[in-house]
């Protein structure tokens, strides 16, 4: 996905394409000129480059997934990244601190900016946790669903919570409140740019009070 998305209105129609066309391709009507609505706006892609992020837990497809896309089928990987962009995530062979690899991924940030003093010390609450026996492989073995990245995650950021004196979250609420909602515009952003690759044009009827799409958290803690 490496072309941006834009979104034009003409004749009561939303049209997401590449590039602006040179006729509607509802009604026929020539684009040029000021004959637009309103100006063509660039959507944001719901991914980014994890190495750019701070604080962050990143999601992207396993590294069996050999293109590295976000196709529906394919299993997840999960991370947390430092505050120099450095990837810490749990493998077979124990937490490994990714500097590269991670450059197409959906990041949740985790920390406000102006809670520097938990930003002052997350580097060392990540090198703490990370060094950890439950994760060292010669005392506990990596289990597919009970002992993996997002277990590893998951624990990091209730150990955060704790040492901030709140309560934990189960697997449940964390996936179903930060997880699934960026999961879905995933989905529909990669729907919708392979539709445009095929037909160069998606089109549905314009909604004047449309809701837009809830903003990110700046941060969870």
Same mark, same amino acid.
């Given at each position: 996905?490496?072309?941006?998305?834009?979104?034009?209105?003409?004749?009561?129609? /939303?049209?997401?394409?590449?590039?602006?066309? /040179? /006729?509607c391709p509802s009604c026929g009507e020539?684009?040029?000129?000021?004959?637009?609505?309103?100006?063509?706006?660039?959507l944001p892609s719901p991914l980014s480059n994890a190495h750019k992020?701070?604080?962050?837990?990143?999601?992207?497809?396993?590294?069996?997934n050999h293109s590295r896309e976000f196709d529906g089928t394919s299993d997840l990987h999960t991370g947390i990244s430092n505050t120099s962009g450095v990837v810490y995530n749990y493998t077979h062979g124990g937490v490994g601190r990714d500097q590269t690899g991670w450059e197409r991924c959906v990041s949740i940030p985790l920390v406000r900016p102006d809670m520097f003093h938990l930003l002052a010390q997350w580097d060392q609450y990540l090198d703490r946790f990370s060094d950890g026996p439950m994760w060292d492989p010669a005392w506990h073995r990596f289990d597919e669903e009970h002992h993996n990245c997002f277990t590893f995650c998951l624990q990091f950021i209730n150990s955060v919570l704790a040492a901030q004196g709140r309560s934990s979250l189960s697997r449940e609420t964390f996936t179903h409140s930060f997880i699934l909602p960026r999961m879905r515009r995933v989905t529909k952003y990669t729907t919708l740019y392979q539709h445009i690759q095929k037909h160069r044009y998606y089109m549905v009827d314009r909604q004047e009070d449309g809701q837009e799409d809830t903003p990110d958290k700046p941060g969870f803690f």
């Open positions: 996905m490496d072309l941006n998305v834009i979104r034009l209105s003409h004749c009561q129609k /939303e049209i997401f394409c590449f590039s602006v066309p /040179e /006729e020539e684009l040029r000129g000021s004959r637009l609505q309103e100006a063509p706006v660039s992020t701070s604080s962050c837990l990143l999601v992207a497809p396993a590294h069996d």
